[in-house]
């Protein structure tokens, strides 16, 4: 089982590999969750990441990679086991996050008043992240602001089982998505019409999708892909754009990172070019700062710097 993270082989494209887990393991970390608690459902977690480690070599190696660039060394398979286990972690918080038992945890909030000085502007507003810790855990919002409707864009066919589990464990929020797998005018559409009844949408922008243009940003001292999709989306909408990073500290800690980034971005025609990639440096800056306070939290299981589509604005 030897991987060489210099010298990786070529990986396909992140959708065409399922999310880890399937209706059975998800079935298992919901029902030993909500039937035992927390804590017993986390000694599960353990096998299940040994076994990730030992089963999954495109992940493993995946994991190899990004956190070699990140933590500055080789990375071993205890930090990939490590990798394994915090993303299984987030996952089965969701249960409980997804459920709004939020005082089982201890979420503390950075820079919120950025968020409300956004949302006080009563436009809506995108709130940004990426496959990184727990973007669920920004649902504690809801204890401060309940009034606030907020839109997820998410996904589902990249993992119609956690679809599943959304309307099991939260049907409110489940109707609340704006499916991401529709084609991106009709996503488009439904995005600008939650934020004309000032919505907080959140969505996420590290990944590409078929058809995407991308720019080249350095992210953790290399040259990788990131799609300009959310960015034209948020310099057409006209309204506020704050990041925000959920990062796991282990226990049931939690820590909320938000900052604001634009309050109305401006993309010139004449200098879109440079505009979008001076945006999405900006972004893989702020994405990278976080990565390398807590590598462990990164959840994008392939080859980020080659495996994203090569087309080029």
């Not at 993303?87 to 409300?116: M, Q, Y």
Request: charged share 20%.
């Amino acid at each position: 089982m030897s991987d060489t993270p210099q010298n990786p082989p070529p990986t396909a494209s992140w959708m065409k590999r399922p999310e880890g887990g399937g209706k059975l393991a998800l079935w298992l970390i919901r029902t030993v969750a909500l039937l035992a608690g927390r804590w017993p459902a986390r000694l599960v977690l353990v096998p299940v990441a040994a076994y990730f480690v030992l089963r999954r070599g495109p992940e493993r190696r995946a994991s190899r990679i990004f956190l070699s660039r990140a933590m500055g060394r080789p990375a071993s398979l205890l930090d990939v086991w490590r990798h394994m286990y915090a993303f299984a972690t987030v996952t089965l918080d969701r249960v409980f996050l997804l459920s709004e038992s939020f005082r089982r945890f201890d979420i503390k909030t950075h820079g919120l008043e950025e968020l409300h000085q956004a949302l006080d502007l009563n436009q809506g507003a995108l709130l940004i992240g990426a496959h990184m810790g727990s973007f669920d855990a920004l649902r504690v919002l809801a204890l401060q602001r309940p009034e606030q409707a907020v839109r997820p864009v998410i996904d589902l066919g990249q993992n119609p089982t956690v679809s599943l589990m959304l309307n099991a464990l939260n049907p409110t929020l489940a109707g609340s998505i704006i499916n991401a797998r529709q084609d991106g005018l009709a996503t488009a559409l439904a995005i600008r019409e939650a934020l004309e009844a000032r919505a907080l949408v959140t969505l996420l922008a590290d990944r590409a999708r078929p058809g995407n243009t991308l720019v080249t940003a350095e992210f953790l001292g290399e040259n990788a892909p990131f799609p300009t999709a959310p960015w034209l989306l948020a310099a057409a909408m006209k309204v506020p754009v704050v990041l925000c990073f959920g990062l796991y500290r282990g226990g049931r800690r939690y820590d909320l990172h938000f900052e604001a980034f634009s309050s109305a971005l401006e993309i010139p025609r004449a200098s879109r070019d440079e505009a979008l990639r001076a945006i999405t440096q900006r972004f893989a800056d702020r994405l990278g700062h976080h990565v390398q306070q807590a590598p462990f939290n990164w959840f994008n299981f392939y080859d980020f710097w080659t495996s994203q589509h090569d087309e080029q604005p």
